[in-house]
């Protein structure tokens, strides 16, 4: 049994438990290379697979976040794009 990349996303994509079971099940036959890293945050217990506790946390956390961007100036942020230009600018030459 091979398992596609679909399965493997639409488990790690439930919107409140992820399986477990199956996340170890799929594993069995191989991880794919692209979804390997969050699959193993599963399967290692570093990420819980109660996702309801981790959109209330992003949703949480959101304002707090604003006020960092907002305080950014315009310079900084002219500063960071020149610096961009000139990398892309070093890297066509």
Excluded at 58 to 87: F, H, I, K, M, W
Aim: glycine letters at 6%; zero cysteines.
């Amino acid at each position: 049994m091979s398992v596609t990349v679909d399965e493997f996303a639409d488990t790690l994509n439930a919107e409140q438990y992820v399986d477990i079971q199956k996340l170890r099940s799929f594993a069995r036959y191989g991880i794919p290379p692209s979804l390997r890293g969050e699959v193993w945050l599963y399967l290692l217990g570093v990420l819980s697979p109660d996702r309801t506790n981790e959109i209330t946390s992003v949703r949480s956390n959101a304002p707090a976040t604003t006020p960092v961007v907002s305080s950014l100036t315009p310079g900084v942020v002219d500063n960071y794009q020149q610096e961009e230009r000139t990398a892309q600018e070093l890297r066509g030459k």
